[in-house]
């Protein structure tokens, strides 16, 4: 009787080509992981790309202290939404294993509720951070038509 480990990692051929057979619970387990593990980098990559506009908007802005104080805050906002959601995901299930198996032991949060929840934080957060440098656009001593352009030019980073 061969090992498990080498039944498990056996070659077999499909269409001529030799490739390893893992066995289906494995590949399952993998696969039904992916989602939490995505969307932590989502969550994370979304978060940072926040702050930096916001830090970009803290040295353009630097000159007027309630902008400052209003970023500041704003940026306050998003790592406390971050830090929120991430303890979310990692601890609406308990334990973690009930997000990716259908075990009946677990307890786990309604997911559609996060997942609003999670839209709805994300759309505040995305809400504040574009409308923060408009006022103080607006104020600044140039044409219209360059007051205009500086707001578009901000605003593309809400795509």
């Known amino acids: 009787m061969e090992p498990s480990i080498v039944r498990r990692c056996r070659r077999k051929h499909v269409q001529g080509i030799k490739t390893p057979h893992v066995s289906n619970q494995a590949n399952l387990l993998t696969r039904a992981q992916w989602p939490l593990i995505t969307t932590m980098l ?4 979304m978060s940072a790309l926040k702050i930096s ?37 990692l601890f609406g299930c308990q334990p973690l294993k009930g997000l990716w198996s259908s075990s009946p032991d677990g307890r786990c ?9 999670t839209a709805a934080l994300n759309m505040a957060s995305n809400f504040l951070t574009l409308v923060i440098p408009l006022p103080l656009v607006w104020r600044l001593q140039t044409t219209k038509k360059e007051k205009l352009s500086a707001m578009a030019v901000l605003a593309t980073g809400s795509l």
Do not use: E, H, P
């Open 42 to 45: 989502y969550l994370t990559a």
């Open 53 to 89: 506009v916001l830090l970009l908007y803290l040295r353009l802005f630097s000159v007027n202290r309630r902008a400052k104080m209003v970023i500041r805050i704003t940026m306050g906002i998003v790592v406390i939404f971050f830090v929120a959601i991430l303890f979310l995901y």
């Open 109 to 117: 949060l309604d997911q559609a509720s996060v997942l609003l929840g």
